[in-house]
Structure formats: structure tokens, C-alpha cells
């Protein structure tokens, strides 16, 4: 009878840990959202509460290039675990500036033409595990889509 007991209270204790930290995530989101509202912005961010600290990653999306819901939510992901690759991992940036001059005659005078091309490359290797879609929500009258993706850092 004790051996029941015991299971029962234990299962007990694995809801209510469950059930907190459920309620931890929805108070994160909500803030978060109020937060964005107040202030939007895009990227990475690290937010502490009282209790710990979390990695976010900010998406926003136009919906109508998309063909479907899924394949936003699939987009939203990758950029989201690319923001965090970069964040965590760092990356490397090249540029290269391209000067083509052309120059055209004629009898009276001579135009100079010149096209400046600057091409910028980021790499970032790496993996981020862990990341975790917490909030969505429509802005500028449901023509964009919000996504905050997390990871829980430590406490």
C-alpha cells in the first residue's frame, strides 16, 4: 500500500513541476509580446527574469510570400537557428568592392561612367540545439507574422 501511495504522490509532483513551467513560459511569452509591441525588433536577445535566463530569437515574415502556414513556420525556424548559430558561434564576414569605369568619347566631350559593386558574405558553422518555438502573432493587420523562438541558458 505504501509502494502506491508513494507513486501517486510522486505523480503529483512531476504534474505540478509540469504545470510551472508551463506557467513560466506563457508569463515569458506574454511579456516578450508586450514587450515587442512596445518596441519592435528583430535578432537575438538575452532576457533574465527572477529566476533564469533565456536566449531569444526574434523572426518577423511577410505571409503573403509564403505558399502555406507550414512553410512560413519552416522559414521562421531556419532564420531563428541561423540568428543563433551566428550568436553562439560567430561568423565570418568578406567584402569585396568591384570598380568598373567605362568612359565614352565624343567629339566635343568625354562621360566618364563608374559602377561601384560591393559584395558582402557572411559564414557562420555551427549547430544550436535546444531552440524552442514560444510565441506567434500577427502584426501590421495580420500582414506579418512574429516569431519568438527560445532556449533556456542557465539560472
Avoid: C, H, W
Avoid at 501511495?5 to 505540478?16: E, G, S, W
Avoid at 558574405?121 to 516569431?147: A, Q, W, Y
Amino acid at each position: 500500500m505504501s509502494q502506491k501511495l508513494y507513486l501517486i504522490i510522486l505523480l503529483f509532483a512531476q504534474l505540478a513541476i509540469a504545470q510551472d513551467f508551463n506557467e513560466e513560459k506563457t508569463t515569458l511569452a506574454n511579456f516578450l509580446k508586450r514587450m515587442y509591441n512596445s518596441s519592435p525588433f528583430e535578432g537575438v536577445k538575452v532576457v533574465e527574469d527572477y529566476d533564469n535566463k533565456y536566449f531569444i530569437s526574434v523572426v518577423s515574415l511577410e505571409k503573403a510570400k509564403y505558399p502555406s502556414s507550414s512553410a512560413m513556420i519552416r522559414v521562421a525556424q531556419v532564420k531563428a537557428r541561423q540568428q543563433a548559430s551566428t550568436f553562439f558561434n560567430g561568423s565570418t564576414i568578406t567584402s569585396d568592392l568591384v570598380i568598373r569605369t567605362s568612359e565614352t568619347k565624343t567629339k566635343d566631350s568625354t562621360t566618364n561612367v563608374t559602377e561601384m559593386i560591393e559584395s558582402i558574405k557572411e559564414n557562420s558553422v555551427g549547430f544550436v540545439k535546444g531552440m524552442e518555438l514560444l510565441s506567434n502573432f500577427p502584426i501590421e493587420e495580420d500582414k506579418r507574422m512574429v516569431f519568438i523562438y527560445f532556449r533556456l541558458l542557465g539560472k
